[in-house]
């Protein structure tokens, strides 16, 4: 990766400041509804950053602030040549319990060279996902063979996409770059597929649509749209079409089902015998005179930060590359990082960096974390279950939503963050979210 692709999210959101002023891109949208705006001048008026990674957000979460305070988004028409508008591009993911009805155990084969623990990047994941049968098994298909995939042009197409404030507009594309990660044809349809070894709350649209209107002119065979999730080794698959081809925004979710390479059969009476042998640890009270204590949660989606352990494992990374992985803004990177740390799994260390010739820091996971992962799935999630309950709010919280029934009222919880002290008042509403969250994700576990 060249060097001025490694800015931070932070430089492209003020690139796109400097190109926004510049060229006066709010005004001219209001007069006109959209902008066009070509690589050359992305590339002058950003900071003589690479085009491409001032343009591709695969998750709405990282859109530079620019887009986020004027509802606006961008789309490639071309190699060199983009436009602006408020799009809606992104497609929200389901939960990993959401419109799925059971997960279904798969056996991998006994091969030297594949391991369940190692399935470490996207294209290990299609490997995986190729020789254990999962999409004969989804696509009701046999004999899948991965025949395409890579970086192509997408050639020539038009297509109608709505806009939050406006009438929908008419785009044309002209050779458009677009990648897939596979390409896969049985006897009866073609198969794209979009693989993501990170967990995000939507993902852009135009992953499959752009693929699928590349290569819908080429076969006569009917298209199958794929997005593929592997975490936690799980793979969650979702299957979309376009009930409209000239429409980007006629996606619909046709089916999902998840598939786990080991046994997560977790029932309440596992999660009952959990908090009965966890004894309380952290109180989690707020010492502001402590600068070593752990702030508390800020990070509400669980499964993400089980996503940025595993990838952490892997490789150490400063904050600026997991911001970059995750699609976080750098704050977030810190809040997601102060989770880990919460729960004994991360912490920072500060290494010499032979490139630079420098001292620079880098989140690593703890040795604890690493037993944690050495664990098989359902003795992992349990471990997890039994960290989160040895803050007394999440023992207290969990046995009165297992008594009820139900996650804790957000007024009731505000109430025992107050009465624990956790945080300061101004946090309480923000932080009461993340404790749900991992509530959530706790009772979940039986439901898949």
Request: include cysteine; hydrophobic fraction near 35%.
């Amino acid at each position: 990766m060249k060097n001025n692709e490694k800015q931070s999210r932070l430089s492209i959101s003020q690139s796109w400041d400097m190109i926004f002023s510049a060229l006066n891109i709010g005004k001219k949208i209001k007069e006109d509804g959209y902008f066009v705006i070509t690589a050359n001048d992305i590339k002058k008026y950003g900071g003589n950053i690479e085009p491409r990674s001032m343009t591709k957000w695969d998750s709405s979460e990282l859109l530079p602030k620019a887009f986020k305070d004027n509802n606006l988004n961008i789309l490639p028409t071309s190699r060199g040549a983009y436009i602006i508008s408020d799009f809606n591009l992104y497609e929200k993911i389901p939960d990993l319990t959401e419109s799925v009805l059971e997960m279904q155990k798969i056996n991998v084969p006994n091969y030297e060279t594949i391991s369940v623990d190692k399935i470490t990047s996207e294209s290990k994941a299609i490997n995986v996902l190729l020789l254990t049968k999962i999409l004969d098994c989804f696509l009701e298909e046999e004999d899948n063979v991965n025949t395409f995939n890579g970086r192509e042009g997408t050639g020539k197409f038009s297509f109608k996409i709505d806009r939050i404030s406006r009438e929908p507009l008419f785009i044309d594309v002209n050779s458009a770059q677009c990648e897939i990660d596979a390409g896969l044809e049985n006897e009866n349809s073609i198969v794209i597929i979009e693989v993501k070894n990170v967990v995000h709350k939507d993902f852009h649209i135009r992953q499959l649509y752009y693929p699928y209107r590349s290569w819908e002119k080429k076969v006569n065979k009917p298209i199958r749209l794929l997005f593929v999730i592997y975490s936690n080794e799980i793979y969650r698959i979702f299957e979309y079409k376009f009930e409209d081809l000239s429409n980007y925004s006629s996606i619909k979710f046709v089916k999902g089902k998840n598939y786990s390479l080991q046994d997560t059969e977790i029932n309440m009476e596992d999660l009952l015998n959990i908090y009965k042998e966890t004894k309380i640890k952290f109180d989690d009270e707020e010492i502001k005179e402590d600068k070593n204590k752990v702030p508390f949660i800020q990070a509400d989606s669980f499964d993400r930060l089980i996503s940025l352990i595993e990838n952490i494992n892997k490789k150490p990374m400063t904050e600026l590359e997991i911001s970059e992985l995750m699609l976080f803004e750098t704050r977030q990177s810190n809040y997601y990082f102060n989770a880990g740390r919460y729960l004994g799994l991360l912490e920072k260390r500060k290494i010499y960096d032979k490139s630079s010739k420098k001292n620079i820091t880098k989140v690593y996971t703890t040795d604890f974390a690493k037993k944690i992962l050495n664990l098989n799935y359902k003795e992992r999630q349990l471990m997890y279950v039994k960290i989160i309950l040895e803050h007394r709010i999440f023992n207290e919280c969990f046995i009165e939503s297992y008594k009820t029934g139900d996650l804790p009222d957000k007024e009731f919880l505000k109430n025992i963050m107050r009465e624990l002290k956790v945080c300061s008042e101004k946090l309480i509403s923000r932080r009461a979210s993340s404790v749900i969250g991992w509530l959530k994700w706790i009772f979940n576990l039986t439901k898949l």
